[in-house]
């Protein structure tokens, strides 16, 4: 349903050159995803109470929104990167809010932000990682609007995806999705064990349904160094 051809993706290339932007929830002429639909988006809170269990990760907005559910496929499925820029216009206050009470509480220690990889057969697929472009933009929104510059901080080969799953995220059970996430994250090699003892690290995904992809990257990191409470996910949907 989702796949789309490179004659498709350099027809869709060609459209945003030559035709002027629309949002694609509403079809307003002007930006992408429009302040109105960004402001109605930011409304839709995710129900903590589905994961009141995973304590140190913390999901922003409802995936239940029919808006926010076509931006998050519209750069996920729809290779339409430009909208990650929106998308970070919406999550950044919530974000850089999450930072400040870990920043706070951890004070001096060096803070280092993943996102969630994607395998290479996938990269290949979609040309880009969007956890990656999505953390970029929201970092990008920080310095911008905080004047807090925390490029640096973005590891993007720290974690490494080896196992190729497929995409999951409605097609399986609970049961199911934990079993093919297993051991599906590596530690960069580069990075030693001493790397990651004493630093701070926050994992960033687009959406959490059931939170195992951030359990298992947590256990990866615990694997390579990284100290259990130090560790905290970061999701924009669930
Ligand atoms: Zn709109």
């Known amino acids: 349903m989702y796949k789309i051809n490179s004659l498709q993706r350099i027809n869709k290339v060609f459209l945003d050159i030559f035709f002027p932007e629309s949002c694609i929830c509403c079809s307003k002429f002007g930006e992408i995803v429009c302040y109105d639909c960004r402001e109605e988006i930011k409304k839709e809170k995710a129900d903590s109470e589905n994961i009141r269990n995973i304590n140190w990760v913390r999901a922003y907005l409802s995936y239940k929104n029919e808006k926010l559910k076509k931006v998050l496929f519209s750069i996920k499925y729809h290779y339409l990167r430009s909208a990650s820029k929106y998308l970070a216009k919406i999550v950044y206050e ?71 799953t497929i995409k999951f995220a409605e097609t399986h059970s609970p049961t199911e999705r934990e079993a093919l996430i297993k051991e ?26 059931t939170g195992s992809t951030f359990y298992e990257a947590r256990n990866t990191l615990i694997a390579s160094g990284a100290k259990r409470e130090n560790i905290f996910g970061y999701a924009v949907a669930h």
Do not use: C, M, W
């Open 94 to 164: 919530d974000f850089y809010d999450f930072l400040k009470d870990k920043l706070s509480f951890y004070v001096g220690q060096e803070l280092i932000i993943i996102p969630i990889p994607i395998s290479k057969k996938r990269l290949i697929e979609r040309s880009y990682n969007q956890t990656e472009i999505l953390i970029k933009e929201i970092i990008r929104e920080i310095k911008e609007e905080e004047n807090l510059d925390l490029e640096k901080n973005i590891y993007i080969d720290l974690l490494i995806k080896n196992k190729h």
């Open 184 to 209: 599906a994250f590596t530690v960069n090699q580069k990075y030693d064990k001493d790397f990651l003892e004493n630093k701070i690290i926050i994992v960033f995904d687009d959406i959490t349904t």
